[in-house]
């Protein structure tokens, strides 16, 4: 059984910082791509932030240079560091992990706010 399991999310006033983690289990970790993904109110599910098997990045523009994925496949986790955020980064983040076949978590709240 595949469980993507996210946590970290929370309120956190702008120009704040939140660490997202993603524990995945019953799968091969190292052989999936992973990536956060965000859906906020009366919004489509966007991609975030991507991590390929082999370590290859990339961002959506609008957290280019504020948000860091990374992946320690020890411990079969992806990470997602927010830094700098703003209100519009709120939304519900969603850990995906894909190799042929594609999984989601069941998602974590980020709020942003003063």
């Known amino acids: 059984q595949v469980q993507l399991v996210e946590s970290g999310g929370g309120l956190v006033q702008p120009g704040g910082s939140l660490r997202l983690s993603c524990a995945a289990s019953g799968i091969i970790f190292s052989l999936y791509n992973m990536g956060w993904y965000r859906q906020a109110p009366g919004k489509q599910r966007e991609l975030v932030a991507r991590?390929?098997?082999?370590?290859?990045?990339n961002y959506a523009d609008s957290v280019k240079g504020r948000f860091t994925i990374s992946r320690d496949n020890a411990k079969s986790t992806v990470y997602l560091q927010m830094n700098r955020l703003k209100p519009e980064d709120t939304a519900v983040y969603y850990c995906?992990?894909?190799?042929?076949?594609?999984?989601w978590g069941q998602g974590t709240q980020v709020t942003v706010s003063s």
């Open positions: 991590i390929t098997s082999s370590g290859t990045t």
């Open positions: 995906n992990a894909g190799w042929g076949t594609t999984y």
